[in-house]
């Protein structure tokens, strides 16, 4: 089975700091990792994703992970946020021949002006 | 290119009653899998289709159904509504594994309120 844990229900962070949302996973096999934003009634957007090669994985609007295997985790960066950044977070995980995603209970963040 | 398509958008069915939801996905896309998002249960897996083939599903009763077609849209259907199938419905699409651009596509969902 897998599974995603993501610790921090809650982020706040004044603008122009960095930003940290964390995520841990567990799975049998490589992991394929995936990070999405949501706002308010919408669905989820796309954000960046880990399936194979350079550890650092670099995103949209500024976002960033680093897939760690021996940590298991896949903890997202932003070394500035942005009001804009405000939403809510969520880490997924699938695994090869799967055909799923497992998602964590997300993270809210919040930046402040 | 169009992303991921979902109709209708806003849904209010009575108890008892049943609902179909449709999904377009991306042009090429041929994998199609339904997420249920409530506020207490999060986001969950319903099923997954490609080439109209459910490959996995998760555990959810047998009221809940899905189905795709030679175009690779998909429906799923929610037969006996209860009050606890209010939610959002969300679609994704996806190439297949291995490929460059593999991943998921989410369409903008269907909210779902049951009365």
């Known amino acids: 089975a897998q599974s995603v844990a993501q610790p921090e229900d809650q982020v706040n962070v004044a603008e122009g700091n960095p930003l940290t949302v964390k995520c841990t996973y567990s799975v049998s096999g490589n992991p394929y990792l995936f990070w999405y934003v949501q706002y308010p009634n919408r669905g989820l957007q796309f954000l960046l994703k880990?399936?194979?090669?350079?550890?650092l994985v670099k995103g949209s609007y500024g976002f960033e992970a680093e897939f760690n295997k021996s940590q298991t985790s896949f903890h997202l960066k932003k070394p500035s946020a942005l009001v804009s950044d405000s939403a809510l977070y969520f880490c997924?995980?699938?695994?090869?021949?799967?055909?799923?995603?497992?998602f964590g209970a997300g993270t809210t963040v919040t930046v402040r002006a | 290119k169009a992303g991921v398509t979902q109709t209708p958008r806003y849904l209010i069915k009575t108890r008892g009653q049943q609902v179909t939801l449709s999904c377009s996905p991306i042009s090429g896309h041929r994998s199609v899998s339904w997420y249920q998002q409530t506020p207490g249960q999060g986001l969950q897996f319903l099923f997954e289709y490609f080439s109209e083939t459910q490959r996995n599903k998760g555990n959810f009763p047998g009221r809940f159904s899905g189905r795709q077609f030679s175009n690779s849209r998909s429906e799923m259907n929610v037969s006996t509504l209860e009050l606890g199938d209010s939610a959002l419905y969300l679609c994704?699409?996806?190439?297949?594994?291995?490929?460059?651009?593999?991943?998921?596509?989410f369409g903008s969902g269907t909210r779902l309120t049951v009365v």
């Open positions: 994704a699409s996806s190439l297949r594994e291995g490929s460059p651009d593999y991943g998921y596509t």
């Open positions: 997924a995980v699938s695994a090869p021949n799967d055909y799923k995603l497992s």
């Open positions: 880990y399936i194979t090669g350079d550890n």
